[in-house]
């Protein structure tokens, strides 16, 4: 069965820390990871990621895969009380396939206080 | 572009009750999933869809739960009869499946069964 694990369940840090949030993956035709941010109900898009050791950044936000060990990273520093929410990983489709579902984890709970 | 849409925002109902939820995906998405967020848990696919046929239903409990998109645009998702574990976000998301790989969401339905 495919199963997508984040670590930690939750964390909470201060304005300015930098934090890393991990998920690791165990999928049959695994095809790429997609990192969104849960504010209130919609999940928003942050990064998808196909190969391995190419980071991909936004802003204080950067990601990478490794598809040897079979997990991802998302990396946020200096951070702000606008970067609470919780962060899903998914393991799921990449450019085409009409029968590739999205596979989540339960998320990391992100709280960043003043 | 406008944006998946659901509706309604917020139900309560009773258990043993009846309740349907709607979703219009962004205009041209060709697959459209439903998932299913409990609290603390990370969204778990329902049923997707490819145009008006359904792909993957296999966490659908089709002893309560059923699923349509005709015409291949926008989807309803019933329940009848509401059990009180049924509580939880109810997410549709819409992916141009020959494009790109993220999925788009819409706001949820957050469903109370009481």
């Known amino acids: 069965e495919d199963k997508v694990v984040q670590s930690p369940l939750s964390l909470v840090v201060h304005e300015g820390d930098t934090v890393t949030l991990n998920c690791s993956y165990e999928v049959t035709n695994f095809r790429s990871l997609l990192w969104y941010k849960q504010e209130k109900k919609a999940p928003t898009f942050l990064f998808m990621l196909t190969s391995s050791g190419i980071e991909k950044k936004s802003g204080r936000l950067s990601s990478i895969l490794d598809k040897k060990e079979l997990f991802s990273i998302l990396n946020i520093t200096a951070t702000q009380t606008g970067d609470s929410a919780i962060y899903l990983c998914a393991v799921g489709p990449a450019y085409g396939g009409a029968t590739n579902k999205l596979i989540f984890g339960t998320g990391t709970l992100l709280a960043v206080q003043p | 572009e406008a944006g998946v849409a659901q509706s309604p925002r917020y139900k309560i109902i009773e258990k043993r009750q009846s309740v349907a939820f709607w979703c219009n995906p962004i205009?041209?998405?060709?697959?459209l999933y439903w998932y299913q967020q409990i609290l603390g848990q990370g969204p778990k696919l329902l049923i997707q869809f490819q145009n008006n046929g359904v792909v993957d239903d296999s966490q659908l409990p089709k002893d309560r739960f059923s699923a349509e998109r005709l015409k291949g645009v926008d989807s309803t998702l019933k329940i009848q009869p509401a059990k009180l574990e049924d509580s939880a976000v109810y997410l549709c998301a819409s992916r141009p499946s020959f494009r790109t790989g993220e999925a788009f969401f819409g706001q949820g339905t957050r469903l109370t069964v009481v």
């Open positions: 205009s041209g998405h060709a697959t």
